[in-house]
């Protein structure tokens, strides 16, 4: 009996480090960067933009204004492709009688899932040949966008769903019971109620783009100029971030600028879990 | 052996956060008898049964006042695990483990330390028997125990029960999720049972709680929705001549 | 009116049927577009040989990637071996020890740690962890190599492993956790025989979409591992200083070359891309196909 508790409490303070351990971690890295990043940030840090060269001085506000751009663009080509895509799998996709269509919702749900699975270099490499090469837009904005709208697509879809899955099924009832059409059920009673939930979706995507790196690596280009068009080359934070870490070898201004970003990032979770912490409520 | 009970609570009262489920219950749980425990839904029959274990403690916010005596100890101040190996408990649905029928029924010896297989084996064949399971399962003891139909699963946790040999053995509306014949089945072996062991049933069912218990526990709700014990005694006196007014009501249908 | 509403509709359906669409869509385009670029490679230098040759040497026209398949091979074995115990202790944990105020506080870290940008990992791989291991005593340890990436990529794939592992715990029917408790099991001993056996399937795509996760990092690796494409090797009678070796990922391989790289080069960075998606194609269904078979509580 006592071999049996004991051998319970040596399993249970293991559980217990491993998380305590795992806390730790999450606090050191965040902790770690985010003193050792504000060491160097003053106001003029983020007002001014990176000298170049191999100087690895000045400040981010080129790579602010790229990071905004991009995320922009980005939600503007995703956004209203993920959010239909996600009506039509909650709100049409089960009832609906053509074989043929059966088959290719069948083929969109396999789509995006398989979507949500695909290392972000290989989105990288088909917005390469793609957007960069094949369609001539270069190393830009444009180029950079349209290939993180396939990193967020996926997201966007899922949260969608989940929201609209949350809408009780009586208030359409109750719409379409009144005489309202289908579409006009969603577009006046169940989006309105899923607003919540899919904006979630959008603040996560937008948190996504702001980390990625490696498709804005090889899509992006890297000038640290300011961007002015959708054509013109950039760097994001993020990006600017692993240049200056691994070209320049400038690791302080490399961990304030990661200090801005994390705080960023830390700043959007903390949205979305109140978010979603009040939808559950 | 005494009349006295092997097991008894003494004004014994359980909530779950402020919600009071059970109110100053006192019983005394005769030994080898079979006691049921009825009362209309959300009377608070589970959580009473449920006490007796300590399975309540499972839930994070409950609390309980009063005192519950198994074997003349307060149940708060034995151990748990040895608590619960002396009085058993099957569950309203069948539970048995996504294991073999073997293993269900060895699970309970294995984790109280008996690792010899002729001795894991011989436990295992008296559980199963005991259970009236046997004849049924003995060339399938290798078999997962979900390819039981649902009344064989529910006799297989019988047998689990068994296997770790306890004095009492509680029984949470066991036959409510089987059909006539299953049932009536559970019935006869519940009358086998009680010549060893001391049976505590919860039923929704006041036919069968007739026809199987020898003692009845009628709880009903007072106006706050706490369980209150109504009557306790013989099971025939009870339905026939029934003390309280309340209890006849029930009795006769009154309630639903 | 009416019939003006109906035409609307379906009119609706199906341009919201095309939206639902471009997923596959993009990813047939992604299939095309990187196989047709990868053609030549497969064709001039054979599928055959890009595996099985150890020299990466463009210049000279040699292009073999088994050294980049061995690298990304160990760099997730490290990965796993390092991170998968402390995950399933979080899961665990979080599932079936912690109170719920303290769950409250410790998921949100974790789902934290999964939002750090993956070159914040690798930014603090080298400035924390790369000085520390070449505090390792052996020769040619530079720090940078596959036991910093093992060790950044174990942090990186944690948060994944432990949310789907608790969610396939947390889903073991609580039937079973009471049964086993009534008998006068521990608590220990019910998560140990019932639960965990229960969850298996569950835990397992757990930790295959962990492994999947880390073959496709990048950056992070690409700041930590050393990028030497060699095969790595010990360098002393330890064998665990192969760990202390440098060596290249597959998806290293393609971000560091791709944006100078052209004609045969070029073709065979985007073979290697085709590589690992078919590798990482092969990993996720798995997870899927174990996810789907699992839940054995549901037929009781």
Not at chain 2, 182 to 202: D, G, N, Q
């Amino acid at each position: 009996m006592i071999q049996r508790k004991i051998k319970q409490n040596l399993a249970f303070s293991a559980m217990w480090l491993s998380c305590g351990l795992t806390v730790l971690i999450m606090l050191f890295v965040i902790g770690y960067v985010i003193i050792k990043g504000f060491g160097q940030i003053d106001l003029e840090f983020f007002l001014t933009p990176p000298r170049g060269g191999l100087s690895g001085e000045g400040g981010i506000s080129s790579t602010i204004v790229a990071t905004v751009y991009l995320v922009i663009t980005t939600l503007v080509f995703a956004t209203p492709l993920g959010v239909s895509a996600g009506i039509f799998l909650v709100e049409y996709a089960d009832n609906i009688k053509s074989r043929f269509v059966q088959k290719l919702v069948v083929f969109a749900r396999f789509g995006v899932e398989t979507l949500a699975g695909v290392p972000s270099i290989i989105f990288g490499l088909f917005g390469y040949a793609l957007f960069v090469t094949s369609l001539h837009f270069g190393f830009s904005i444009l180029s950079a966008a349209l290939a993180g709208t396939c990193l967020v697509i996926p997201v966007i879809i899922r949260t969608t769903e989940e929201a609209l899955k949350a809408v009780p099924n009586s208030y359409r009832e109750a719409s379409l019971a009144m005489g309202a059409g289908k579409w006009e059920t969603i577009w006046k009673v169940v989006l309105p109620s899923a607003i919540t939930g899919i904006s979630t979706g959008i603040v996560l995507s937008a948190g996504r783009i702001v980390s990625e790196t490696a498709i804005f690596y090889v899509t992006l280009g890297g000038s640290y100029r300011t961007p002015t068009s959708l054509m013109s080359s950039g760097r994001t934070m993020a990006l600017h971030v692993y240049y200056l870490a691994m070209e320049t070898r400038a690791f302080d201004k490399a961990l304030a600028t990661a200090a801005v970003l994390v705080l960023l990032i830390v700043l959007l979770n903390l949205v979305i879990n109140i978010v979603s912490r009040w939808l559950s409520a | 052996m005494t009349k006295e009970g092997v097991m008894k609570t003494i004004d014994y009262s359980l909530y779950y956060g402020d919600f009071k489920a059970l109110n100053g219950i006192t019983v005394n749980i005769p030994i080898n008898r079979i006691t049921a425990i009825i009362g209309p839904s959300g009377c608070g029959k589970s959580s009473l049964i449920r006490s007796f274990n300590r399975m309540n403690d499972l839930m994070s916010n409950s609390r309980t006042e009063g005192t519950i005596l198994v074997d003349g100890e307060d149940i708060y101040s034995q151990d748990v695990v040895r608590l619960r190996k002396k009085v058993g408990m099957v569950f309203q649905r069948p539970n048995p483990f996504p294991k073999s029928i073997f293993a269900n029924v060895a699970y309970g010896p294995r984790i109280h330390g008996i690792r010899d297989k002729s001795k894991l084996a011989a436990i295992v064949e008296n559980s199963i028997r005991d259970a009236a399971l046997w004849d049924e399962v003995k060339d399938d003891l290798g078999k997962s125990a979900f390819s039981l139909s649902g009344g064989q699963q529910q006799r297989l946790c019988i047998a689990r029960a068994l296997a770790v040999e306890p004095e009492v053995i509680l029984m949470d509306e066991p036959a409510s999720a089987l059909d006539p014949v299953a049932t009536l089945k559970i019935e006869e072996l519940m009358e086998k049972l009680k010549r060893k062991y001391t049976i505590v049933i919860v039923t929704h069912n006041m036919q069968q709680a007739a026809r199987v218990s020898d003692f009845t526990a009628f709880l009903l709700t007072d106006s706050e929705r706490a369980g209150n014990l109504i009557e306790f005694g013989p099971t025939i006196e009870m339905f026939t001549n029934p003390v309280d007014n309340r209890t006849e009501d029930y009795i006769s249908g009154r309630f639903g | 009116m009416r019939k003006n509403k109906k035409r609307f509709d379906t009119a609706m359906k199906y341009s919201l049927l095309f939206a639902a669409l471009a997923s596959i869509l993009i990813v047939l385009m992604i299939g095309f577009f990187t196989f047709r670029e990868a053609l030549p490679a497969f064709r001039d230098i054979g599928l055959g040989k890009l595996l099985t040759e150890s020299v990466w040497r463009p210049g000279q026209g040699q292009y073999g990637i088994l050294a980049m398949i061995i690298g990304s091979g160990l760099v997730t074995a490290g990965a796993v071996i390092l991170g998968v115990p402390l995950a399933l202790g979080c899961a665990i944990f979080l599932s079936e020890i912690a109170r719920p105020n303290l769950r409250a506080i410790v998921k949100p870290c974790i789902e934290l740690l999964a939002g750090i940008p993956s070159v914040v990992y690798g930014l603090f791989g080298m400035v924390i962890i790369v000085p520390i291991v070449r505090g390792i005593d052996v020769p040619g340890n530079t720090g940078f190599g596959l036991l910093s990436a093992s060790i950044v990529l174990a942090v990186m794939i944690l948060p994944t492993i432990t949310s789907v592992a608790e969610h396939a715990i947390r889903s073991v029917p609580k039937e079973f956790r009471e049964g086993s408790l009534a008998m006068g099991a521990t608590k220990w001993e019910t998560i140990q025989k019932v639960i965990i056996p229960g969850a298996r399937s569950g835990i397992i795509s757990a930790i295959v979409l962990g492994l999947g996760r880390a073959l496709g990092e990048t950056i992070a690796m690409i700041m930590v591992i050393g990028n030497s494409v060699i095969i790595p090797a010990t360098s002393t009678g330890n064998p665990l200083s192969i760990f202390l070796s440098r060596a290249r990922t597959l998806t290293g391989n393609i971000a560091v070359e791709i944006n100078y790289a052209t004609g045969l080069h070029e073709s065979a960075l985007f073979a290697t891309g085709v590589i690992l998606f078919v590798l990482i194609m092969i990993v996720n269904s798995s997870a899927r196909y174990l996810m789907s078979r699992g839940s054995l509580g549901k037929n009781c």
